[in-house]
């Protein structure tokens, strides 16, 4: 790459982007991802590209859109976010774009963008169907090489989002749970273990504001209030806190709730409050 | 770094590349990557540093070669790859710089580049021997540090790939093993399993092109046909395919076919075609 | 980000570095790092962010503090490194920052800046207490976010150092265990492990350096001399060499002693030295 070939891309008028980030269920060893960053870097050699991450397990729609509903906000206004969990690669699963008041977001149509419609007040979705912004021949397999990575980069340097293809309305709202309420008492449950343990409920913070916490109840685990910190327990005690990820979380002091009490993705959790 | 300093760098002329990807073995959690990292921007601040795999297992020669092979075509004219899976460490084994007609790639001369050897028409490779561009003092463990990442950021900031060391011919080219043919049989095997568990072999479509195929056999497992895509089968199934890097490829639908059937690297797969 | 906005920013006198560092307990599966990159971006978007790690073992402090100690001194002049190892979020733990003659280090008071204190001449440690720096409302167990990336993003765009907080001289140096050295003999223990299974000693070339050593044992191991590289024995043998980031090390060529051996941190090893 020539610097004067960077300068007069880098001051076209076309550019309007530089930020792409990444997230997907190839890990770190295969040669997936540094071959989409290469695709992205020939169309766009001006882009920074940010591994949000390849460690979701293969084909975890769920975890995904709870990791990509935790991080897209924070980023700068006009970020392209390529996601691609897609175990439907190869079948009729549609490619879409979809585009926020601040954000562009290229995924399979799988329900894997569900938490970021039920975040957003406005989403226009489209179907990917122009394929001249694909890398030809489009395999059946990698489409993250053949049609996300070159879409996110062809958007960052200017492509129009109207040009992709038509708008959709029937897309795929994702199948995330919210809590059930009866009479006194908040029934979720657990969406989410990160790596600490650290066992994270559908139950917001939003769903007891203003009543008070009689009890919080997960398996055999019995606890009385919401924690303001790790640090108000002793090392190895449970405790429940929001999280920073505004979600009820069951937690152990320095140790790993999940694995210490046998607690996995689904397990039911009570809130009990005042009525 | 003051911003004017990263001016002159960007303004001077020797700057003509930006784009360094590293693959190696050193994992995700101890420091080899990021002092790698720190050298390459202490040279060149200018510098894209891409990474491609740190995930490739210890010593894995075979499973880099492989990476790099599927992901270095889809990068800009001008990257510089640097490939650092080098249990020879501290051996004679040579330091080598190999130029193709689009890019540089630097790296231990232990045949962790046979891929793109095989892949590219004309390869120039020159033995490192300039010793003013390494780190001093020179390690005897830790060349990705003292050698491939100085080397590599000195060519991208424009110093000559010819006055590197002295052109060679006697490099190591791997050891691939192609598949044999023999009265209307394929026989191949299998070179790389990726994070899906899908079975990689080394017959590529070119070896049974125009000849119609009666069935594929590996293990104990008979599939009668090449499939177009994952969705042809129902979940679980098995079935072969032309992957996405160009070879058969033996998969389970949404499944892991290496741990479903207990396949291992070089397990034998062959493929009868019709005469 | 128009590209204009982009300029202004580069050109801006406030823009004094561009190279932020990350190293962290944060593992490659979760929305903690995407998260921090969001927000550094937001606040600096000409930022190079660096992984240096993010696979440090959940709150090993221990681990950190060396992983940085090998990396951040080859980094330029100015970069910014976040260390975030943090057990005590929420604790009445500090968060501090700390500039040498060379860079500046933004991580908890927790004594994971142990080893870069030992290492410096002079660090002035600082209180990081203006809020305004932060992004609202601050969680009580994601400071990664919330404090130390936003306050290295303000750092690289030119908010001075010495507005962070007040300087401060009662911070946690850490507990990095030092040789001891009796009669002949010098006694240290292994301080962490790497992935190739290399087991590196808190003893320094410096600890014996003039003295002729007689020989080196750890467990069972008897090795009666230092080796100037892996291939100096045969592999599968275990050697004692200095390794590259100057401390002794046990071996296994083309191995993995710590598995061989079933040596883990904290196994002292002795050396005997000439007198």
Redesign the interface.
């Given at each position: 790459?020539?610097?004067g070939e960077?300068k007069k891309i880098?001051?076209s008028k076309r550019?309007?982007?530089?930020?792409i980030?990444l997230?997907t269920?190839?890990?770190?060893?295969?040669?997936?991802?540094?071959?989409m960053?290469?695709?992205i870097?020939?169309i766009n050699?001006w882009a920074?590209?940010?591994?949000?991450?390849?460690?979701?397990?293969?084909?975890d729609i769920q975890?995904a859109s709870?990791?990509?509903a935790?991080?897209?906000?924070?980023?700068?206004?006009?970020?392209v976010h390529v996601i691609v969990v897609d175990?439907?690669?190869?079948?009729?699963r549609k490619a879409i774009a979809v585009k926020t008041e601040k954000a562009l977001f290229i995924a399979p149509d799988n329900g894997v963008l569900g938490r970021l419609y039920a975040a957003q007040e406005k989403c226009v979705v489209r179907e990917i169907t122009d394929s001249n912004l694909f890398?030809h021949p489009v395999?059946?397999?990698?489409h993250g090489?053949?049609i996300f990575a070159p879409v996110a980069a062809h958007l960052s340097v200017g492509v129009p989002f109207a040009s992709l293809g038509p708008e959709i309305h029937d897309y795929n709202r994702g199948s995330s749970k919210l809590p059930r309420k009866k009479a006194g008492t908040i029934i979720g449950e657990i969406i989410y273990i990160?790596?600490?343990g650290n066992l994270i409920s559908n139950i917001s913070q939003a769903d007891f504001s203003g009543k008070e916490i009689r009890s919080i109840q997960i398996k055999d685990i019995h606890l009385d209030h919401l924690s303001?910190?790790?640090?108000?327990k002793n090392v190895g005690e449970a405790l429940a806190?929001i999280?920073?990820?505004g979600f009820l979380?069951i937690?152990v002091r320095?140790g790993?709730a999940g694995v210490k009490y046998g607690i996995e993705i689904g397990c039911e959790i009570r809130v009990f409050i005042c009525r």
């Amino acid at each position: 790459m020539v610097l004067g070939e960077l300068k007069k891309i880098r001051d076209s008028k076309r550019v309007t982007s530089k930020i792409i980030t990444l997230l997907t269920d190839f890990g770190y060893r295969d040669a997936f991802v540094g071959t989409m960053k290469g695709i992205i870097l020939r169309i766009n050699p001006w882009a920074t590209i940010v591994d949000i991450s390849h460690g979701i397990d293969p084909g975890d729609i769920q975890a995904a859109s709870f990791v990509l509903a935790q991080s897209f906000s924070f980023y700068p206004s006009g970020t392209v976010h390529v996601i691609v969990v897609d175990p439907g690669v190869g079948t009729a699963r549609k490619a879409i774009a979809v585009k926020t008041e601040k954000a562009l977001f290229i995924a399979p149509d799988n329900g894997v963008l569900g938490r970021l419609y039920a975040a957003q007040e406005k989403c226009v979705v489209r179907e990917i169907t122009d394929s001249n912004l694909f890398v030809h021949p489009v395999s059946r397999t990698f489409h993250g090489r053949d049609i996300f990575a070159p879409v996110a980069a062809h958007l960052s340097v200017g492509v129009p989002f109207a040009s992709l293809g038509p708008e959709i309305h029937d897309y795929n709202r994702g199948s995330s749970k919210l809590p059930r309420k009866k009479a006194g008492t908040i029934i979720g449950e657990i969406i989410y273990i990160d790596r600490f343990g650290n066992l994270i409920s559908n139950i917001s913070q939003a769903d007891f504001s203003g009543k008070e916490i009689r009890s919080i109840q997960i398996k055999d685990i019995h606890l009385d209030h919401l924690s303001d910190s790790y640090g108000e327990k002793n090392v190895g005690e449970a405790l429940a806190i929001i999280g920073s990820h505004g979600f009820l979380e069951i937690a152990v002091r320095e140790g790993n709730a999940g694995v210490k009490y046998g607690i996995e993705i689904g397990c039911e959790i009570r809130v009990f409050i005042c009525r």
